[in-house]
């Protein structure tokens, strides 16, 4: 049975960019566990997706060896987490599986919005956090500075904080040594019911789903019967092991303190659920650990092939995503202009973003997304409610009472000589002020409770363009808000495009439908008749653009019989059209779909 | 009873050379030295006495287009067509044209193209300003069109086109209705009224040119037909004007998929159901056009759905339009099962029309013919 005295588990959080994969990739070099030919650039982000876009999307965890300076051998858990607030409940498990965090602050750049969330957020678990200045040779780095803004916007001591260099390997010894003396070890008890918090699962073809978890209490090896508590799902152990780097380790039994993981031939990640307590079902815990719930999704958007004949591809892609993602959710819908294709359910936009680009890129998919909705709750006169994920599916005015919508608390942290645009732009989108702080003279956070549908619209790009890129943003829900909701809808040609429809609020319909409006106008390409585009609530047109008919294109060349290049031109010309959908008379641009979606362009 | 069983063929031959390449020329043509030239005549004469002998064609029309034909030396177009008329039958109507470019024709010249048999020129006059013709890269004048104009009259060319262009950069729409008028007054027999088309990798697709808006292009181009008219000339085609009879055959053979030759540089061909086309590069055309199969490069076996399709794209260029039932006499389909869809649809919104057995565009729809043409090629 390993000491548990020796085993530190812990997580490092940060803001996007400040350095979090650099220093977990120090710190494996440094302990030794990986040549150089092992280490790909950066262990922990395994995806290339991830990589690219700088985060992390899937937690995952590594188990390295550290002799300290005391001569003792330490066995360190490093327990990656995802770093942005579409998956906060999962961050919310991975510390829960930590005894304490490291918290990397950048240099130069200081406390972010997000960073503080994740703090609290660490805090709330009874982590200790070990605050650790990155980057410190960057021309622009400002330790003290850094330093005191930790210790008076967080609260932390910072005073011994390590001052590091990630991307140079500078001080990282500080780093190792403080995870020994400042992370208290596991104590759990070895001899009571197993006890074991899953905290990532993933899908492998042969393997089953691999559950990676973290032991409370009592040990599991193979043979074990495990019970999900929370699913009731069975299942009987067939390997356990502990996390190399970028592989699976097997081992004899995982005990009390260890985090490792468990594989027991389950064919579903949804039967294992993160959050969930793993016990033995022949010997069970008392009570599971606390925390566990359902993730569902926030935000909801129709995809679709953009070549109908791949319908049955992207069913298949989404398929295999679902494998290894408990909380993507899809189901096949049929739009008039689209076609058939899928209304998917996603954590946040990021999630979003992130199945799409895995669409396209891996699974070489073109798609046509329709606008983000959120779920609104529609209160019939009948008494009926209704979960609405699909504008298109609003039941008549006449038969609603009510609506109500999801409402979030955001915070956004700005450098002050931006407070007055970013104070604007939440004023637009409905947000109600709801205070702030200084963080020092120079940075404040905001405090907004916002309607979910206004983030998920472009939110972040107006953030970052008001603020010169210098805003950051955390949410949470907050519970649903009554509204006056409507549905916009979107005719072209008189013809209702149903995949353009979605539900705004009333006060923001006008200023919505005249933009989308001028935005189509750009996109639609003139054709052989005048085509009117109309913004329209029920039966009440509250904009209206024009696109004009074409009204010349003559090929008049054709010399010496030169066919075939006549033909090219035509064929070229036909070709363009494959790219668009037919609406009625109307062919429209896919891309007009998805263009739709930003329009903040200030 | 012996015109019945032959087969009308047209011929093209390619002259690829001029004075100085126009900046909106985009065709295979550019300077050639006196030696260049003769060396092409004489490979192209080469091609010509090594073609393989096709049985049961008459040739109802022989086109010399360029480049500038009408720059060579008289007695080499000569030698051309006597070669041409020993190698295949010539049908006694056949109509012989020259490409010419003003400042090229002198009276030794076209008596000499009369005596070979050349019956029809077709002038490059583009327009009737010096100042167009000077941005269009001409390297004549008004004037110099005029001369050589009235010197063919003289030497007794009784049908010649002239050809202009609208849409010059700079060019205003009574600026383009004076051009035609001015053209129309000297009473050719055709003229040929094309919209610059600004192609890639001309001296014009590098500049930044003040090209007429399309709404001044629309009205050039529907007035066109309106200011002919009044002169007596009738639209028979996207871009042609003529007066009664004097519709160009040997274009008229294009649109309506008549079998063609083309002989020398680059040239195109229509030939037992297959397009080709001779090689586009001089050195290979030079020494191999001894050899004339070996030069013809792209050789294209049509399908029945492509042949569909041309007599469609090409057949609807004609004022006329095409006919039902020649349709159905070529391929043994009927027109409306096949394109039924599209007819009817472009029928509907106004932009096509039928009578008589005729599908044709409206004036509306040969606005945007292009448009609709490409949406007679198969998915």
């Known amino acids: 049975m390993t000491d548990q005295s020796k085993i530190r588990n812990f997580c490092i959080i940060a803001h996007i960019d400040h350095g979090k994969s650099t220093l977990a990739d120090r710190i494996i070099e440094m302990t030794g566990l990986l040549t150089e030919r092992e280490m790909q650039s950066q262990v922990l982000d395994n995806m290339d997706l991830e990589r690219e876009r700088g985060i992390t999307i899937k937690s995952q965890a590594v188990r390295i060896i550290y002799r300290g300076k005391d001569g003792e051998e330490y066995i360190f858990n490093l327990i990656d987490t995802p770093g942005h607030v579409d998956f906060n409940y999962e961050v919310s498990r991975s510390l829960a599986a930590c005894d304490g965090a490291i918290l990397v602050v950048d240099a130069a750049q200081g406390i972010e919005a997000q960073t503080l969330a994740n703090v609290y957020m660490a805090l709330d678990h009874d982590l200790d956090v070990i605050p650790v200045i990155n980057k410190i040779d960057l021309p622009s780095a400002d330790p003290e500075r850094v330093i005191n803004e930790i210790e008076d916007v967080i609260g932390l001591e910072a005073q011994d904080a390590p001052q590091i260099s990630a991307k140079v390997g500078l001080n990282i010894e500080g780093v190792l040594e403080q995870i020994v003396e400042k992370i208290p070890a596991p104590c759990g008890d070895p001899d009571a019911p197993l006890k074991a918090l899953i905290f990532d699962s993933i899908y492998d073809p042969y393997k089953g789903v691999i559950v990676f978890c973290r032991l409370m209490d009592g040990c599991v090896k193979k043979g074990t019967k495990i019970r999900m508590m929370a699913t009731g799902f069975k299942a009987e152990v067939v390997e356990v092991g502990y996390f190399g780097a970028g592989q699976f380790i097997p081992c004899e039994e995982l005990t009390a303190g260890m985090v490792g993981y468990i594989t027991a031939s389950i064919k579903n990640v949804r039967d294992t659920r993160v959050g969930d307590t793993v016990t033995d079902d022949e010997n069970p815990c008392a009570e599971a650990l606390p925390g566990y719930k359902k993730v569902n999704p926030m935000v909801y958007c129709g995809l679709y092939p953009a070549d109908g004949s791949k319908y049955g591809d992207l069913r298949d892609a989404l398929e295999k995503l679902q494998l290894n993602d408990a909380s993507l959710f899809y189901e096949p819908e049929t739009s008039v202009a689209l076609g058939f294709g899928f209304r998917c359910g996603f954590l946040g936009l990021l999630h979003l973003e992130i199945i799409q680009e895995r669409l396209e890129r891996e699974y070489n998919l073109d798609l046509v997304t329709t606008a983000p909705s959120v779920i609104y709750k529609v209160y019939k006169t009948n008494g009926e409610v209704i979960d609405l994920t699909n504008p298109t599916n609003l039941p008549d005015p006449s038969e609603i009472e009510f609506m109500e919508e999801p409402m979030v608390n955001a915070e956004i942290m700005v450098t002050t000589e931006f407070i007055g645009a970013i104070m604007d732009l939440c004023q637009e989108r409905r947000g109600q002020y709801g205070g702030m702080d200084y963080m020092e003279e120079t940075r404040a956070l905001l405090k907004y409770k916002l309607p979910l549908n206004e983030i998920i619209y472009d939110f972040f790009d107006a953030l970052k363009s008001r603020s010169r890129g210098y805003a950051s943003l955390d949410y949470e829900l907050c519970g649903y808000e009554r509204s006056e909701l409507v549905k916009l809808d979107i005719l072209v040609n008189r013809e209702e495009v149903d995949a353009l429809s979605f539900i705004v609020h009333g006060e923001t319909a006008y200023e919505r439908g005249r933009r989308m409006c001028e935005k189509l106008k750009e996109e639609i390409p003139r054709q052989l008749f005048e085509i009117p585009i109309q913004a329209a609530i029920g039966s009440k047109i509250i904009a209206r653009e024009t696109v004009k008919a074409m009204r010349k294109d003559v090929l008049a060349k054709c010399y010496g019989g030169d066919i075939t290049r006549k033909k090219k031109l035509l064929e070229k010309q036909k070709e363009g059209k494959k790219r668009m959908r037919q609406v009625g008379n109307v062919e429209i641009p896919q891309k007009a779909f998805m263009s739709v979606l930003k329009l903040d362009d200030k | ?379």
């Open chain 2, 1 to 379: 009873m012996r015109e019945k069983t032959l087969m009308p063929l047209e011929i093209y031959v390619h002259i690829p050379f001029c004075i100085r390449k126009c900046d909106y020329c985009d065709f295979l043509s550019g300077p050639g030295d006196r030696t260049r030239q003769e060396a092409y005549i004489k490979a192209l004469l080469h091609e010509i006495r090594s073609l393989p002998h096709i049985p049961n064609h008459e040739v109802v029309s022989l086109f010399f287009g360029g480049g500038t034909p009408s720059l060579l030396d008289a007695c080499l177009i000569e030698e051309i067509i006597s070669n041409l008329k020993e190698k295949f039958l010539f049908s006694p109507e056949a109509e012989i044209s020259l490409e010419a470019n003003p400042g090229t024709l002198m009276k030794e010249k076209l008596k000499v193209y009369r005596k070979a048999g050349v019956n029809r020129l077709s002038i490059g006059l583009q327009s009737a300003d010096n100042e167009e013709l000077n941005a269009l890269g001409r390297i004549h004048t008004f004037e110099e069109f005029l001369e050589g104009y009235f010197l063919a009259r003289e030497e007794g060319f009784f049908n010649i086109n002239v050809d202009l262009m609208c849409a010059i950069p700079g060019q205003s729409y009574e600026g383009w209705i004076r051009n035609l008028r001015t053209a129309a007054e000297l009473k050719p027999e055709h003229i040929s009224a094309y919209s610059l088309i600004i192609e890639e990798g001309t001296p014009f697709a590098q500049r930044k040119l003040e090209l007429p808006d399309e709404d001044t292009e629309y009205r050039m181009y529907e007035d066109t037909e309106k200011v002919l008219r009044e002169y007596g000339f009738h639209q028979y085609e996207i871009s042609n004007y003529a007066k009664n009879g004097f519709e160009c055959l040997h274009n008229l053979g294009y649109w309506k998929r008549t079998e063609y030759l083309g002989l020398g540089l680059g040239a195109a061909s229509l030939l037992a159901g297959m397009r080709f086309s001779n090689t586009r590069d001089m050195e290979e055309y030079l020494a191999c056009s001894r050899n004339a199969e070996q030069i013809r490069k792209d050789v294209q076996l049509l399908t029945k759905r492509e042949e569909m399709e041309e007599f469609m794209f090409l057949g609807l260029r004609m004022t006329k339009g095409i006919r039902e039932g020649d349709f159905m006499a070529c391929f043994g389909v009927s027109l409306r099962e096949r394109y039924g869809a599209v007819l009817d649809k472009y029928r509907k919104t106004g932009f096509m029309e039928y009578e008589d057995g005729y599908w044709r565009f409206t004036r509306k729809g040969i606005h945007v013919s292009n448009v609709i043409l490409a949406e007679f090629l198969a998915e």
